[in-house]
Nanobody, 119 residues
């Protein structure tokens, strides 16, 4: 499975961004799909996941602000990020299959997309 994340950028605190993960070589509805992030000098951390059956889980730090969704027809998984904070600044990675939140693991990883939130 190949994963390509897009949608990152620079935004002011309180703003919104929508990340998208496009999958090829596999169907997103058959995997647990997840987003992780890694800030400078910090370990990679879990952000959100959606299981094949539709169950969703968020990290406490993003609960109520981020929404993960799956678009089966487009074979994509999106992460809508609202009310962004400077501490959300990180490289965000899309992942598929074998998701473990801590320590972070996945069968497949995409290249990251940078999200920068200015104060």
């Amino acid at each position: 499975v190949q994963l390509q994340a897009s949608g990152g950028g620079l935004v002011q605190a309180g703003g919104s961004l929508r990340l998208s993960c496009a999958a090829s070589g596999g169907t997103v509805s058959r995997y647990t799909m997840a987003w992780f992030r890694q800030a400078p000098g910090k370990e990679r951390e879990f952000v959100a996941a959606i299981r094949s059956v539709g169950t969703i889980h968020y990290a406490d730090s993003v609960k109520g602000r981020f929404t993960i969704s799956r678009q089966n027809a487009a074979n994509t998984v999106d992460l809508q990020m609202n009310n962004l904070k400077p501490e959300d600044t990180a490289v965000y990675y899309c992942a598929a299959g074998g998701i473990v939140e801590r320590p972070t693991k996945a069968d497949y990883w995409g290249l990251g997309t940078q999200v920068t939130v200015s104060s």
